[in-house]
């Protein structure tokens, strides 16, 4: 379905359309990642790659989780569409599964040379879930879900999303959304300060994690 501009959205729903590209863009570069790994064998790239893997698929959990714990359960409570919500409910359980092989195979890729491979084969499973599931949401919350999206539901979410964060992903967070944020897209990035003083940060450990032509794979 046609989405409205951008800058006219809620903040919080900006910041989340960033999220889930900043997502699948990153399980894309693990998934193609671990399968150069698997191919050659690297002791600095796996350690590399096993702690960026961590470190994301606790941000897409946290997402998910957020939306669980608030963004749902607020929109039932006025009246959204039940259909739409037990979607987006079965979806984030599906992409729960996934996301647990892909964290045990990251787990084991510093001491199993065989976990590189399972890693490229959950990681590629989970972003074409993640894919599907980032558009049907993206479309839920325009179409039957957008009448009951409400400002107290957006700051209702944002503030436990902030108060639920990790404190890591403070510094992490900001630069990985305007790292695929275009600049009209800008708006949607939390603590911009923040996000402009971590950039090589985060493109140093995309590097080391993805390798330099990875990392360097647009939005």
């Known amino acids: 379905m046609a989405h409205p501009p951008f800058h006219t959205l809620h903040r919080s729903h900006q910041t989340m359309l960033l999220a889930h590209r900043a997502m699948s863009r990153d399980l894309e570069c693990l998934a193609r990642a671990a399968a150069v790994l698997a191919e050659r064998p690297d002791a600095a790239r796996a350690r590399a790659l096993a702690k960026y893997t961590d470190q ?50 990251a787990a084991e890729l510093t001491s199993d040379s065989s976990a590189a491979q399972l890693l490229a084969a959950a990681a590629s499973d989970t972003h074409a879930l993640l894919a599907r599931h980032a558009t049907d949401e993206e479309d839920e919350l325009l179409g039957r879900l957008a009448p009951h999206l409400t400002d107290e539901v957006w700051d209702a979410l944002r503030k436990h999303m902030v108060k639920t964060q990790a404190p890591w992903a403070f510094t992490f967070l900001p630069p990985w959304l305007a790292d695929v944020a275009t600049p009209e897209e800008r708006t949607g990035v939390p603590a911009p300060l923040i996000a402009k003083l971590g950039g090589s940060r985060l493109r140093s450990l995309r590097r080391a994690a993805f390798g330099d032509e990875l990392a360097a794979q647009a939005a």
């Not at 607020?74 to 987006?88: I, P, S, Y």
């Open 56 to 105: 994301l698929l606790h941000l897409i959990e946290h997402h998910h989780t957020g939306e669980d714990d608030v963004l749902w359960p607020e929109l039932a409570k006025r009246g959204a569409d039940a259909e739409a919500l037990e979607l987006m409910a079965a979806e984030h359980g599906e992409l729960a599964d996934l996301l647990k092989r892909t964290a045990a195979a």
